[in-house]
């Protein structure tokens, strides 16, 4: 497992990151536990969780792996979404930001997190009122380094302009959706990351488990509990943005280059994400054990140059037929600033 620097910062985190949206709701307590305790003992040192992840049972299960081991793990969780029946139990209000960050630190069992995130763009809320919230959050000392989550390129700069303004602590990182069927960020998020040294933590790196080959058919069957099933929260997202007969054709061809090239097809979803010079770590969640250590192993997979430019050259492919083109899989290198 290699370890990287998130963004600017002097943070050391693990490129495999332990995405815990699962634990509490799809994945029991015990599991839960079985599955951090692998991945720590494969090398990861990073688990992202939220307030909003299986009702706080995620943030409560997380916490309970981490009491005997909080110093080794870099502790990341989000705030924003529907926490209670009340107007302010939603949003990045500064009255649900300090109480957000209260609730989740007790449910983790902890005073601090390393990382506390903004799980999404609030209209409702200036950027000014949210960014001095997360502010007090670290003077305060209950999170180490703050990050955003599902921002676009332009609502990265405009946050991270209130913070300067402001003399703010900034915003390190960003989670995108990213995956070579779903290249949204490289058009602009991603220069922009480059730009000002924003460290990205890229999730859903494998579009589901869509790329890897699970679902041949636009007719077939889904597994139980998988991410395009009846049963999981945001199926319609992975339906309506996956489940079409363009993006089958090119799930097809991305097989078959795993085939030409004899590696799996976690193996080559994974590393395509993480050889984007953007980003930092793939945050990669398991519903089981066995899921968890596949995904170890194809961590470790050796996986050629050439497999990587054919893998781009199929997400290429595919949005020529998309209303837009995205920048190439190679972002480029974005115009110095300078910041006054």
């Known amino acids: 497992m ?10 050391k985190v693990s490129e495999y990151c332990i995405g815990a949206d699962n634990f509490g709701g ?25 307030n909003a992840y299986g009702g706080g049972l995620s943030e409560e299960n997380v916490g309970r792996f981490i009491r005997t081991r909080r110093s080794e793990v870099v502790l990341a969780t989000k705030g924003r979404g529907q926490v209670g029946p009340r107007p302010n139990d939603v949003g990045l209000s500064k009255k649900y930001v300090m109480q957000a960050i209260d609730d989740s630190l007790k449910r983790l069992g902890t ?37 955003v ?48 040294g924003v460290g990205v933590m ?7 488990g869509f790329l890897l080959g699970k679902h041949r058919e636009i007719e077939g069957k889904t597994e139980a509990g998988g991410r395009f099933s009846d049963d999981f929260r945001a199926n319609w997202f992975y339906r309506t943005t996956y489940w079409n007969e363009i993006t089958f054709g090119a799930m097809e061809e991305f097989i078959a280059v795993t085939e030409k090239y004899g590696v799996s097809p976690m193996a080559l979803a994974l590393k395509w994400v993480r050889s984007n010079p953007a980003v930092s770590a793939c945050i990669v969640g398991a519903r089981t054990l066995e899921q968890l250590q596949q995904n ?13 430019n054919d893998a781009t050259a199929v997400g290429d492919r595919l949005w020529e037929t998309a209303p837009w083109k995205p920048q190439m899989h190679a972002a480029p290198q974005p115009q110095v600033t300078t910041r006054t």
Not at 3 to 11: D, I, P, S
Not at 203 to 208: I, M, N
Not at 298 to 303: F, G, K, L, P, T
């Open 111 to 147: 005073d601090y997190v390393d990382l506390y995130q903004v799980h999404a763009p609030d209209p409702t809320t200036p950027i000014e009122e949210t960014a001095e919230a997360y502010n007090d959050v670290v003077r305060a000392g209950k999170a180490r380094y703050i990050g």
């Open 2 to 11: 290699e370890y990287v620097r998130l963004g600017n910062t002097g943070l």
């Open 202 to 208: 890229a999730y859903s790196p494998q579009a589901g």
């Open 149 to 196: 989550s599902n921002f676009s390129g332009p609502q990265l700069i405009e946050a991270l302009w209130a913070q300067d303004r402001n003399g703010f602590t900034r915003f390190s990182s960003v989670q995108p959706r990213y995956n070579l069927l779903f290249r949204e960020a490289e058009r602009e998020l991603f220069p922009a990351c480059l730009d000002q």
């Open 26 to 50: 799809q994945t029991d307590a015990g599991d839960s536990m079985r599955i951090m305790s692998a991945a720590f003992d494969g090398g990861v040192n990073f688990i992202d969780t939220a």
């Open 296 to 308: 170890l192993v194809a961590w470790e997979e050796d996986v050629p140059q050439d497999a990587l």
